[in-house]
T-cell receptor
Framework: DAGVTQSPTHLIKTRGQHVTLRCSPI?????VSWYQQVLGQGPQFIFQ???????GRGNFPDRFSARQFPNYSSELNVNALLLGDSALYLC?????????????FGPGTRLTVT | GESVGLHLPTLSVQEGDNSIINCAYS??????FIWYKQESGKGPQFIID?????DKRQGQRVTVLLNKTVKHLSLQIAATQPGDSAVYFC?????????FGTGTSLTVIP
């Protein structure tokens, strides 16, 4: 079975630009979460979606947005990119939403903002 | 905000020895804790979890201990192998949000 897939693998953008990152969860998983991992730090929670609805939001500015599609795949959008947005963006899927569930992470998208 | 931190940023152990990785958390309301392993170039991989109504949970070669009194979490790896070399993160769950610590880099010396 395929795990969580993310695209693209790497991305280079210029300050002020917009970026869209994509995630496909494990088949049957209905919840997708997004994380930002800056080099040398742990992942920071951005969003969680379940059944196409936002169920959780971390402490990120409104420049960050996301959505989940009927097939449970998800997009993370970041507007007006800043240098500080350079990071590994991780997507995780799980079978159900809630506090006690097991998340499976994808390999991430490495975003570099110049 | 939440504060989940690890006591040691790096840890080196001899192959075959046991490893202990520690983690402190700050939110006494957190009721679910997870340990992840992250290898270079990969996303975090689930290792083991524990709920706040438990003190100890064992998996294959790994044990997680939870001390709610001092808000401390530890991961024990038995008979550490070279393949265990990675960065290990603890995470706590509050509501629908997971908070990760900074990570401990484990190096296994052959």
């Amino acid at each position: 079975d395929a795990g969580v897939t993310q695209s693209p693998t790497h991305l280079i953008k210029t300050r002020g630009q917009h970026v869209t990152l994509r995630c496909s969860p494990i088949s049957g998983h209905k919840s997708v979460s997004w994380y930002q991992q800056v080099l040398g730090q742990g992942p920071q929670f951005i969003f969680q979606y379940y059944e196409k609805e936002e169920r959780g939001r971390g402490n990120f500015p409104d420049r960050f947005s996301a959505r989940q599609f009927p097939n449970y795949s998800s997009e993370l959008n970041v507007n007006a990119l800043l240098l500080g947005d350079s990071a590994l963006y991780l997507c995780a899927s799980s079978l159900v939403v809630g506090r006690t569930y097991e998340q499976y992470f994808g390999p991430g998208t490495r975003l570099t903002v110049t | 905000g939440e504060s989940v931190g690890l006591h040691l940023p790096t840890l080196s152990v001899q192959e075959g020895d046991n490893s202990i990785i520690n983690c402190a958390y700050s939110n006494s309301a957190s009721d679910y804790f997870i340990w992840y392993k992250q290898e270079s170039g990969k996303g975090p991989q689930f290792i083991i979890d524990i709920r706040s109504n438990m003190d100890k949970r064992q998996g294959q070669r790994v044990t997680v201990l939870l001390n709610k009194t001092v808000k401390h979490l530890s991961l024990q790896i038995a008979a550490t192998q070279p393949g265990d070399s990675a960065v290990y993160f603890c995470a706590e769950a509050t509501g629908n949000q997971f908070y990760f610590g900074t990570g401990t880099s484990l190096t296994v010396i052959p």
